[in-house]
């Protein structure tokens, strides 16, 4: 399985060729024009934000920490010894003064239902046309998953270079879906399997790639995959329904809310919002096709 690496691609042929088909691709040129690029580094951070107070994933007893410690520590940082992950940080509701550099926004993203002004306020997350801030030491890994309502996911560097592991849709059966929690796997950590535990492992098909500096990923929804970070690096992903994912986005958050014990007879009714809301979408003129 081959991820292709293109550039000068067109907004109608990355939906025809990747996303309707979700096929996931690394693309060079789609955030060439953000200020974050050769701005965003660990030093500026430190310089900036520097008494920025953050939670890291990972972090002892979840503790905060001023950003200049954090920054300072990605130095030590080793894929035998990774510092704690600076991650899903919300831009525009938790760090607002970010958001200008990476503007315009992708024209790869910008097709977002969830945005819609027909989805409530606030719901099913936090604003519209979010983007998330990750930042990461070498080694840094994160567990095998795909991401949560079978959203798409592009992800781009700002800054540094980081792997990409995937594994299609198909391949769920050797990769050990958690009883509680179906999108992540049961095995701790994806770079060192233990094959006796996870047997099944070993038959699944996978393809990696590294992005580096000014290059996005597309995952399409329902991608398994997880990351290792190969140099300090800086990211910033956005999540995405539109036409050729909106339906899969209905099942998924209903059986979701389910599986997790919400108010089950509220369940229907989110359903059939939902499902009238993505027919009226769909009545846009080049609705899906931008």
């Not at 990461?136 to 567990?143: A, E, L, M, N, V």
Request: aromatic fraction near 12%; charged fraction near 20%.
């Amino acid at each position: 399985m081959i991820i292709e690496r293109v550039g000068g691609l067109s907004t109608r042929n990355f939906i025809e060729n990747y996303v309707a088909p979700r096929r996931p691709v690394v693309l060079t040129d789609a955030i060439h024009d953000w200020p974050a690029l050769g701005r965003w580094t660990p030093s500026w951070f430190r310089k900036t934000w520097g008494d920025r107070v953050v939670r890291c994933r990972g972090a002892k007893n979840n503790a905060p920490v001023k950003l200049a410690d954090y920054i300072d520590g990605l130095a030590t940082s080793t894929e035998a010894a990774p510092v704690p992950y600076l991650r899903n940080v919300n831009i525009q509701t938790d760090w607002p003064e970010l958001a200008a550099d990476i503007t315009p926004r992708c024209r790869f993203t910008a097709d977002d239902w969830l945005s819609s002004r027909l989805m409530p306020k606030g719901w099913p997350r936090v604003a519209r046309h979010l983007n998330q801030l990750f930042i990461s030491g070498t080694g840094t890994t994160i567990p095998l998953h795909y991401d949560e309502w079978m959203m798409h996911a592009f992800i781009s560097n700002v800054h540094g270079e980081k792997e990409f592991t995937l594994f299609p849709p198909d391949q769920t059966p050797f990769l050990y879906p958690k009883d509680d929690y179906y999108l992540v796997s049961r095995i701790p950590n994806p770079y060192h399997v233990d094959r006796d535990a996870f047997p099944l492992f070993e038959k699944a098909a996978t393809a990696s790639i590294t992005i580096g500096t000014g290059e996005s990923i597309f995952l399409p929804c329902g991608w398994w995959h997880t990351t290792r970070t190969v140099s300090p690096c800086i990211s910033v992903s956005s999540n995405f329904v539109g036409a050729s994912n909106w339906d899969s986005f209905v099942d998924e958050l209903c059986t979701m809310r389910d599986r997790l014990g919400a108010s089950r007879w509220k369940t229907p009714l989110i359903r059939t919002y939902l499902k009238t809301t993505g027919a009226l979408l769909r009545l846009q003129p080049d609705a899906g096709h931008h």
